[in-house]
């Protein structure tokens, strides 16, 4: 019965008058599923991204509150940074020999 519902409605859309009121009705048939979605992200992701947020916030207000900390560590992150570019480069330099005739 549904399917019938269903093909009786698509096939109505295509008219010109009656066609705008059924798509009108149908997106309002819709708009219950839209409200439960939003109301998903309410309850769940928002907070969860608040959350996150809140973390980031307040590691930047520690990093600004002691920079010689930040200072400090610099050095430590950059010599990690190039340790990974040197692996990288030699991946790339073993794929470039290994295509070479």
Excluded: F
Excluded at 53 to 66: H, I
């Amino acid at each position: 019965m549904k399917m019938l519902i269903k093909r009786a409605v698509r096939s109505m859309a295509g008219w010109p008058l009656l066609g705008r009121l059924i798509r009108t009705v149908v997106a309002v048939v819709r708009l219950p599923d839209d409200n439960l979605r939003r109301d998903a992200l309410a309850r769940e992701q928002l907070p969860m991204l608040l959350k996150t947020m809140s973390e980031l916030n307040a590691r930047v207000l520690a990093a600004e509150r002691d920079p010689h900390n930040l200072v400090a560590s610099t050095p430590v992150a950059l010599r990690l940074i190039g340790r990974d570019l040197a692996a990288l480069r030699e991946r790339l330099d073993q794929l470039e020999a290994a295509q070479r005739p």
